[in-house]
């Protein structure tokens, strides 16, 4: 493939059954993988003829989890959208039969197509929104996702992820935990409005945001000396 050659698909593992796998687990054990914000084209075909569907979600997950947001990072729509496929993809793997995904059965056919149109397709920003507002509610319907609990945890994640790294650049040690939870309110209210752009209205409705529960959320990552009283004076 040329290097000017423009690609919307995932990426192609040399051996789909024992690389894909393996690269899922070195992705995972990489203490700092660099960041991916585009995917790399499908295999769809094998010496043998097409490749199973199993084979296709697997070069999918294996890609996927380099590009879906951390629960501690502020994540663009890239790694947003990222997450939310993932998580589809992984419910099909889970939920659907061999048969169901086998060549050229009906769910074979509708990853196929699903693919190849998307390569031929980018949705605009506003079908890109509705879209995942939908999806969201779906699943959610469906399978529970993100429960009321479990969205609070999430929020709760995010909070503690935002403050660690608040307090990882506070190089001359001076921010207390108050000031901390201020800034991180300010953030997920910021948060909290761009995911509900995207059809997410999770963090909106169920994300903690009073200053007394962002602080008593993020003084379990708080150093020591961002909880004693006081400011250190200026030197």
Not at 88 to 105: F, P, W
Not at 115 to 143: C, F, V, W
Not at 195 to 222: F, N, Y
């Amino acid at each position: 493939m040329s290097d000017d050659k423009q690609t919307f698909g995932l990426d192609i593992p040399d051996d789909v059954q024992s690389q894909g796998r393996d690269r899922v687990l070195i992705a995972g054990a990489m203490s700092n993988p660099p960041p991916k914000t585009m995917a790399d084209e499908l295999s769809l075909t094998s010496p043998d003829g097409l490749l199973h569907g199993r084979d296709v979600l697997a070069q999918m997950v294996s890609e996927l989890v380099q590009m879906a947001r951390s629960s501690d990072e502020q994540a663009p729509a890239t790694e947003y959208a990222a997450d939310l496929c993932l998580k589809l993809v992984q419910d099909i793997q889970h939920s659907a039969t061999d048969q169901e995904l086998e060549r050229l059965s009906n769910g074979h056919r509708l990853l196929l197509a699903g693919y190849l149109y998307g390569q031929l397709t980018m949705p605009d920003k506003n079908s890109h929104a509705e879209m995942s507002r939908h999806a969201i509610a779906d699943i959610r319907r469906q399978t529970g996702f993100f429960s009321v609990d479990a969205e609070r945890e999430r929020g709760k994640q995010w909070m503690r992820g935002r403050a660690s790294a608040i307090w990882a650049e506070d190089h001359a040690k001076e921010l207390r935990i108050g000031e901390v939870a201020k800034t991180v309110h300010d953030d997920v209210v910021k948060e909290a409005e761009e995911r509900q752009g995207q059809g997410d209205e999770g963090p909106h409705k169920h994300w903690p945001k009073s200053l007394e529960k962002i602080r008593a959320t993020i003084s379990e990552v708080a150093p020591d000396y961002a909880t004693k009283p006081g400011r250190p004076p200026r030197k």
